[in-house]
């Protein structure tokens, strides 16, 4: 009589556990969003759309590196097919405009303000760019901190609300929601500026891991429970994804139509940048122009343009003699003393004059 070879019951029960949770975590991750599972696993890679007018191309940046995964024309496409088109890539994509729609500038600030930075920049949004607070988004980085003199440079950067708001309402046609805009370095050894945005609140997905180790310890519960609760739950996720598509259909119309108007409306303000740039006097053209014009012996120690107007402090053997200059220069008028003459130990007179600017001024 032969002896049958017979297995551990030990080991049945192990292999048949390990079968069924194999079956079981398959299953699951099956139901779990795709953008859920990029998080698990710690993919860094992000989607990167730059848009200019109605062209939009779209990237993938993972390690600092970029790839090309497709473009559109965002005034065309249908919405339908780019949602197809990029179902593969990142859920939360960064908008990034060009550098030429963009106004930066360097600010120099007191130390303290480094306290309550975000609302000193603010405020003084209006003072440094040609933009009121309500007609742009703005983003800003510290550049230096100088200790002895307790100041702060900032970089400032300012783009038009109608153009931010026109890219990011088209890329919404699109099934893309965008919380992070913004602008592109001037070349490649510029850095983007900060988020242009204002800064919503991150999901919160820390209850993940513990809701991960809750399941490990109902794993034997839950492998008798699955087997019979997935196809339910499945089918109850088909239907309601079903219905979304239905009522989601209905509506698509009169939210693409007032869509659409709200697109006409900022695109015919895309050009407002552009026009305010060519009215703003280049200083560097200007100070070359004063230069040119301050006579021998004369000398400015500080220049301020605000608006239209223009401002020089210096000194001079006959400072009304700069100002009869002033009055003879195109592009500058009503010059004049904004306060009282003083001489110095040397008979140089200190002066303080103000001029009004056009917009073709310096050229």
């Known amino acids: 009589m032969r002896a049958r070879a017979q297995i551990p019951v030990s080991r049945q029960l192990t292999d048949t556990v390990r079968l069924l949770w194999q079956w079981w975590r398959r299953e699951i991750a099956a139901m779990v969003p795709e953008p859920v599972t990029r998080w698990l696993a710690g993919d860094p890679a992000r989607l990167i759309v730059t848009v200019e007018h109605d062209q939009a191309v779209f990237l993938q940046e993972i390690g600092g590196r970029r790839r090309r995964v497709g473009s559109a024309d965002l005034a065309r496409a249908e919405p339908a097919v780019l949602r ?6 990142a859920a939360d994509p960064i908008l990034e405009l060009p550098a030429a729609l963009a106004l930066r500038r360097n600010i120099t600030l007191p130390a303290a303000a480094e306290a309550n930075l975000a609302e000193v920049v603010s405020f003084e949004l209006e003072r440094h760019t040609p933009f009121r607070r309500a007609e742009a988004y703005h983003g800003f980085r510290i550049l230096s901190r100088d200790g002895a003199r307790q100041r702060i440079v900032i970089e400032l950067t300012a783009v038009s609300k109608a153009i931010v708001d026109t890219a990011v309402t088209r890329l919404a046609l699109a099934g893309l929601t965008v919380s992070v805009a913004r602008a592109a370095g001037e070349n490649a050894g510029i ?7 204002p800064v919503r609140a991150a999901p919160r997905l820390s209850r993940l891991p513990r809701l991960a180790l809750g399941i490990s310890a109902l794993t034997t519960v839950a492998l008798i429970l699955a087997a019979a609760a997935i196809p339910i739950v499945r089918a109850h996720r088909d239907a309601a994804r079903l219905d979304a598509a239905l009522q989601s259909a209905r509506a698509q119309a009169a939210e693409s139509a007032r869509l659409q108007s709200a697109i006409d409306v900022a695109s015919r303000e895309q050009g407002f940048l552009a026009r305010r740039k ?12 004063l230069t040119k014009l301050v006579p021998d012996g004369s000398w400015l120690t500080e220049m301020q ?16 003699a700069i100002v009869a200059l002033l009055d003879k220069t195109p592009g500058l008028s009503d010059a004049g003393f904004r306060s009282p003459v003083t001489q110095d130990a040397h008979g140089l007179e200190q002066f303080d004059i103000g001029a009004r600017l056009d917009a073709k001024a310096g050229e």
Do not use: A, F, K
């Open 84 to 89: 197809r088109t990029l179902s593969s890539q």
């Open 305 to 320: 343009v605000t608006g239209s107007d223009l401002r020089i402090i210096g000194e001079s053997p006959s400072s009304s």
């Open 191 to 197: 850095e983007p500026s900060p988020n242009l945005l």
């Open 278 to 289: 060519n009215e703003t006097i280049p200083v560097s053209r200007l100070l070359d122009t």
